[in-house]
């Protein structure tokens, strides 16, 4: 069985950066895809930020800039760098894990944008 487990969120002020981290263990396989997605209160969940392992980006239209997603330097482990924050980016993160047959989720971190 495959766990996600994500660190790095926090407060922060409106322009300012985060880095979110993300790690899949439990499998001596290498990811097919993995990414982020948020959930603001009232909201559904969105996708923010995947990647293969192919090395494809794919990113929602209100991050295309600001954010960016990259492999880290451990197996089956991603970062997100979130830089330019608004508030409007408000939301607990989750990480996602495409590994083989397993699609596997993080507990999320808060990531708070506020003056």
């Known amino acids: 069985q495959v766990q996600v487990v994500e660190s790095g969120g926090g407060l922060v002020q409106p322009g300012g950066s985060l880095r979110l981290h993300c790690a899949a263990s439990g499998t001596m396989f290498n990811f097919n895809t993995m990414g982020w997605y948020r959930q603001a209160p009232g909201k559904q969940r969105e996708l923010v930020a995947t990647l293969t392992s192919g090395g494809t980006t794919n990113y929602v239209d209100s991050v295309k800039g600001r954010f960016t997603i990259s492999r880290g330097d451990t197996k089956n482990t991603v970062s997100l760098q979130m830089n330019s924050l608004k508030p409007e980016d408000t939301a607990v993160y989750y990480c996602?894990?495409?590994?083989?047959?397993?699609?596997?989720w993080g507990q999320g971190t808060q990531v708070t944008v506020s003056s």
């Open positions: 996602n894990a495409i590994i083989r047959s397993y699609n596997s």
